[in-house]
T-cell receptor, first 116, second 116 residues
Framework: NAGVTQTPKFQVLKTGQSMTLQCAQD?????MSWYRQDPGMGLRLIHY???????DQGEVPNGYNVSRSTTEDFPLRLLSAAPSQTSVYFC???????????????FGQGTRLTVV | AQSVTQLGSHVSVSEGALVLLRCNYS??????LFWYVQYPNQGLQLLLK??????LVKGINGFEAEFKKSETSFHLTKPSAHMSDAAEYFC??????????????FGAGTRLFVKA
């Protein structure tokens, strides 16, 4: 059971480039989310999805797009990379639909992104 | 709205000493509280969680936490630190959002150092 898989693990982008961070889970979880981790700031929610076709913004959504066409996949798109987007990105999934918030999240290994 | 405050970005203890990592939360609804651990270059994994019932919660690796509603706290403890406990620890609170989904808010994290 692979759990939550993120690709790539490392990426260097030039300012203005676009890219997609991939996230896939094989646990049939309804809820998926993207966080960024920066020193001293913990994890901040970028976008989340409560099921296929449904997404919503988190705390820091600017500069990022998401879509959820299947239960398994939740890609994160950087439209025009900026140095402020240098961070470690984590994808997480959890079971349950809306209203079930007592379940824990399962995290991927992270993508370390540097924008130069 | 939910928020989490972790007191102390760095905590250093000697091997065999008590570990105490502090977490205070605010929540407009009964909170669901979590502690996660992150080892270097890895994603987060669940240590323990409080949803309902007994306020003293036991987790993996000998850790436990006590939910104190009157103090809005959920401090993490371990009686005797081990070198392998060196990691970053995150407190988190989950709750509903107006869209009918839910989200998890993380604290800034506490890095635990264990001295031989």
């Amino acid at each position: 059971n692979a759990g939550v898989t993120q690709t790539p693990k490392f990426q260097v982008l030039k300012t203005g480039q676009s890219m997609t961070l991939q996230c896939a889970q094989d646990m049939n979880h309804e809820y998926m989310s993207w966080y960024r981790q920066d020193p001293g700031m913990g994890l901040r929610l970028i976008h989340y999805s409560v099921g296929a076709g449904i997404t919503d913004q988190g705390e820091v959504p600017n500069g990022y797009n998401v879509s959820r066409s299947t239960t398994e996949d939740f890609p994160l798109r950087l439209l025009s990379a900026a140095p402020s987007q240098t961070s470690v990105y984590f994808c997480a999934s959890r079971p349950g639909q809306g209203g079930v918030w007592d379940t824990e999240a399962f995290f991927g290994q992270g993508t370390r992104l540097t924008v130069v | 709205a939910q928020s989490v405050t972790q007191l102390g970005s760095h905590v250093s203890v000697s091997e065999g000493a008590l570990v105490l990592l502090r977490c205070n939360y605010s929540s407009s609804v009964p909170p669901y509280l979590f502690w996660y651990v992150q080892y270097p270059n890895q994603g987060l994994q669940l240590l323990l969680k409080y949803t309902t019932g007994a306020t003293l919660v036991k987790g993996i690796n000998g850790f436990e936490a006590e939910f104190k509603k009157s103090e809005t706290s959920f401090h993490l403890t371990k009686p005797s630190a081990h070198m392998s406990d060196a990691a970053e620890y995150f407190c988190a609170v989950s709750g509903p959002v107006y869209t009918g989904g839910f989200k998890t808010i993380f604290g800034a994290g506490t890095r635990l150092f264990v001295k031989a």
